[in-house]
């Protein structure tokens, strides 16, 4: 669906809620202006929205609504059950018109005619009969309340306007003019000013009366001041709540019914919610809005066995009279939302981080200004220096501000580590069930934040961290109880931030990893050559085990240990420009230490030169950047080694690997780049080092998607494309 | 003479009371807040009138001469100048 469309889709359903809400306590409270305002300008921006995608039908249906609602803003019309009944109409149609947009992005076929029925409704003369339905405004039932005895038909609020007075009414004499008079009332006397504060010319009655007659014979004799009225139909036995619905919503219902009973799959859910929501605004408006939630259950039903019969079934009994629901209408479990495994697709954004960009934006236009003045300074013939002490000046200032708004924006990405750990408890619960070894899981840090990625990518990294701990680190609780710990594990799943990072950390207190036996697996298995692996201390043997082929489909267990073992979590944390370490206490338990970017958007990239070319290393594989004499480099076989405090690693030089002729061997000291990655440690011998740098990094897309050793570009200030390297391509 | 304003500051509102004499029974009542006002020979009281015997919460002497006044608005009077 084209993205105008859906960000159209998205406004109209919330301006629909809002003006719905308007409109539903406008009919409780008809002077409530502010509601008033909140209604007409949400059918105005509806109006706007629908002329925006070109959906001219719509735009029309919305006009007739906003025309209506302007005329009781100017006074000209009253608040009356069918001007609401007429505006809910409308937006009933609306959402019908959005569900078949929904579905297939184009504007439905047929909406012009179902325009013409909303335009018609508003156009129509005043129903000369009103329908027999109690109303539900407010100061009737009062009126009705205080007068219990009147055999009262209709109730009529008149409030004349200030001028009556100057254009010669006498709004008393039309009131005694009105027949069948049973009370009269004048509202709030007693919250009058003063007697001084009186402006005798204007007038500030509004009058409150009962009448046996009907409501033309009333409208008649109040005659020319008939917009200043409002007449209600009352029923003489006091509020009663009507069971049947209008003729009306009767017609709206049984419509409803046809386009449930349509038949075709295609739209079914798009259907049932539509006529749901339309079913609910008729109980809504019949002020019956605790039935509503039956409605929605039947929706709910509906929805999920993707047959429209609970549905039906409530629309059928509330067309008979009956109440919507005659038995439990649905089973329990059938009520339980899905949870949805996918990613969130829209983002609640704290206002105030919304307001922070406001503000930059507006810093930033200053900046852009002055940047103005400097470019008409620089056309004038400025000196040069001076001109150079000027723009040094404003690029201070818009690096401040643009560092600033990159950090607001990307805070606006955040999502906090609850999103993801709280799905863990009742996995783990289910995972103790299956291997019988008792342990509780305790989050901290919950509400760490890290960006949206990174949080959304975290979640099968740690269920695999978690299975792994429960599976292979705690013992089992005879094993436990022998060595005095208690029989219930505790793993701990903890987030916290540190600087740019974020650390997350699966930590259990079972037996550690046993390092012999990980050297043993590791020969075993051929992970890495035997003289390698009796070179290596025992942090860098516990490392092995996120090396690919460590775990193999020969541990399998019913939970960790797939084939894919602990480096499918080092590859996810690794794309994420993150890190994983564990750390082991013989005894006392393990700790997997994941050590995220807080923000994936931006990287931070050491720049080299070689081979005459600028290249980028990602700065959280940089360990150290050394200087040292030629002569400190090894020939080993046909590569080449140094050795850096006791420590013989590889030297690459960076021109060679990447396939460019090395550039003359000079008697210089090398500069030499110590850098970690995929667990192995390495030097590259680069020509240069450059300078440290904030970019946004662009991965490889098309044909160079597949292309190795490169982890994307960025664009550097002069305009080059720099070309971030993939080190643990390069060091393996 | 529609409004008459006796020796005692008291005031009388006889026969049909047009909206012109609202202005005057307003600044007697403000001149004097106690003042008396009969209307029991009122037929007809312009609402102009009739407001502002409701926003100096007086309870004038009546039953007024108009029936739909003394049916309707004189009781609304009498209570409202209660309060």
Redesign the interface.
Known sequence: MNEFVEQFLIECHELIEQATDDLLTLEGRPDDAERLDGAFRAFHTLKGAAGIVDFAAMARALHAAEDALSAVRTGREAVTQDLIGDCLACLDQVVQWLDSMQSDGEIPPDAEAAADGIVQRFSRIPAPAIPEVSPKVGWADALMARHPQAQALVALRYAPDAEAFLRGEDPLARLAGVPDLLAVEIEGVDAWPSLEALDPFSCHLVFLALSASSAQGVRAALGSAGDQVQVLPVNPKGPSRASRLSAEAEGLLEAQLRLLDHGEAEGLAGRIGSAGRVVGNLLRHAGRAEEVGVVDRAVAASQSARTTGALVEVVHRLLSGQPPAAREPVEANAAEPSSTGGTARTLRVDVERIDALVNLTGELLVAKNALGHAVGQAQSGMDVAALATLLKDQHAVLQRLVDELQRSVLNVRVLQMRYVFQRFPRLVREMVLSLGKPAHLVTEGDETEADKVVVESLFEPLLHLLRNALDHGVESPAVRMAAGKPAAATIVLRARRSNDNVIVEVEDDGAGVDVARVRAVASERAVVPLETLEAMSDPEVLDLIFAPGFSTAAQVTQMSGRGVGMDAVRTAVERLGGRVVMESRAGAGATVRLTLPFAIMMSRVLTVEAGGQLFGIPLEAVLETVRMPRSEIRPVGAARAFVLRNRTMPLIDLADALGDTPGPTSADPVNVVVALAGGRLGGLEVDRLGERLDVMLKPMEGLLAGMRGIAGTTLLGDGRVLLVLDLQELLR | MTLRIGGDDAVELIGDCP?ED??AL?RH??AH?DARVDWRRCE?????V???L???RVRPRGPPASQ?LST??DP?LMR?GV?
Not at chain 2, 44 to 48: G, K
């Open positions: 909206s609202a202005e307003l009542l403000c807040p007809s009281a312009h609402t102009a009739v407001q502002v409701f926003a100096g739909f309707y608005v609304l409202a309060a």
